[in-house]
């Protein structure tokens, strides 16, 4: 999985709970997806062991990860 100095040395270093299992999870089997105005995609997915909704956001290319984090206010 390829991914941004940013999320290596923040997002990870701060949430080191966070398993690139479900980001990958997520990457392969979006529920919604949608671009960013700055060209970014925005990808959420279902974590059952967490029982929470993970939105992970990719650059433009599709597939570089940015950030991921657990969004409180997503709603199907």
């Given at each position: 999985?390829?991914?941004?100095?940013?999320?290596?040395?923040s997002v990870?270093?701060r949430?080191p709970y966070?398993?690139?299992e479900?980001?990958?999870?997520?990457l392969?089997?979006?529920?919604?997806?949608e671009?960013?105005?700055?060209?970014r995609i925005?990808?959420w997915?279902?974590?059952?062991?967490?029982?929470?909704?993970l939105?992970?956001?990719?650059?433009?290319?599709g597939e570089?990860?940015h950030?991921?984090?657990?969004d409180?206010r997503?709603r199907?």
């Amino acid at each position: 999985m390829k991914t941004t100095s940013y999320f290596r040395t923040s997002v990870m270093a701060r949430r080191p709970y966070r398993r690139v299992e479900w980001i990958q999870q997520v990457l392969n089997n979006p529920i919604r997806s949608e671009l960013q105005p700055n060209g970014r995609i925005r990808h959420w997915g279902y974590v059952a062991e967490m029982n929470k909704y993970l939105r992970v956001v990719v650059e433009p290319d599709g597939e570089t990860v940015h950030n991921a984090f657990f969004d409180r206010r997503f709603r199907l």
